[in-house]
Nanobody, 122 residues
Framework: QVQLVESGGGLVQAGGSLRLSCAAS????????MGWYRQAPGKQRALVAA???????NYADSVKGRFTISRDNAKNTVYLQMNSLKPEDTAVYYC????????????????WGQGTQVTVSS
């Protein structure tokens, strides 16, 4: 089991910045990737950024150059630094931890945080 606790959401004007944090606990040794997803009203949850246990990162095209994902292994925490925020970044942001699970069709299992609201005003 993995528990994820997010913090750092809020209201910001367009062009501003926010930093989200996600602290992991439990069976953290099993995590091979952590990431941030977001879900806007009426839309599906989508990947924003992810970082593997080896340090590789990937980003959604819409956030490249503006968002940066990083991690602090000593604190078991992943961060999402969001700069140059736009109104279209408004969504609930969810922290995700992925662990291998050969019992599933996909070969992995996802854990989720409770979500944190990010609202960008124009």
């Amino acid at each position: 089991q993995v528990q994820l606790v997010e913090s750092g959401g809020g209201l910001v004007q367009a062009g501003g910045s926010l930093r989200l944090s996600c602290a992991a606990s439990g069976s953290i040794f099993s995590i091979n990737r952590m990431g941030w997803y977001r879900q806007a009203p009426g839309k599906q949850r989508a990947l924003v950024a992810a970082i593997t246990s080896g340090g590789s990162t990937n980003y959604a095209d819409s956030v490249k150059g503006r968002f940066t994902i990083s991690r602090d292994n000593a604190k078991n925490t992943v961060y999402l630094q969001m700069n140059s925020l736009k109104p279209e970044d408004t969504a609930v942001y969810y922290c995700n931890a992925r662990v291998p699970n050969i019992a599933t069709i996909t070969g992995f299992y996802d854990y989720w945080g409770q979500g944190t609201q990010v609202t960008v005003s124009s």
